[in-house]
């Protein structure tokens, strides 16, 4: 069993900067896939990043291509998402999740992973 936690959250002005953070109990961790996904208020889930088991492969959503950035630590059991540029649009709850069954699939759905974290909340104010 592989626990998520996500921390960095907060609330910021309209073009300031945030890096959250998923720290995962287990070293398996490091041999996963991860992911990070976004949920506002009143919408579904939607895909944000995700990256391979080390760290070479990466993947985003339209929407968050050039501001945002994914990054892992597999030393310190970490992935990082690092938000820049941040709109209104970027509020919600920030969510992490792992594929135990693939460290190379850059998966963009939500079935794609079967580990999650409780999320962190980012709101950004105009």
């Known amino acids: 069993q592989v626990q998520l936690v996500e921390s960095g959250g907060g609330l910021v002005q309209a073009g300031a900067s945030l890096r959250l953070s998923c720290a995962a109990s287990?070293?398996?961790?490091?041999?996963?896939?991860v992911g990070w996904f976004r949920q506002a208020p009143g919408k579904e889930r939607e895909f944000v990043a995700a990256?391979?088991?080390?760290?070479?492969?990466?993947t985003y959503a339209d929407s968050v291509k050039g501001r945002f950035t994914i990054s892992r630590d597999n030393a310190k059991n970490t992935v990082y998402l690092q938000l820049s540029s941040l709109k209104p649009e970027d509020t919600g709850v920030y969510y992490c999740?792992?594929?135990?069954?693939?460290?190379?699939?850059?998966?963009?759905?939500?079935?794609?992973?079967?580990?999650w974290g409780q999320g962190t909340q980012v709101t950004v104010s105009s």
């Open positions: 990256i391979s088991w080390a760290g070479v492969r990466t």
């Open positions: 999740a792992a594929d135990s069954t693939s460290g190379y699939r850059l998966g963009v759905r939500e079935d794609d992973y079967d580990y």
């Open positions: 287990a070293v398996a961790f490091r041999s996963f896939a």
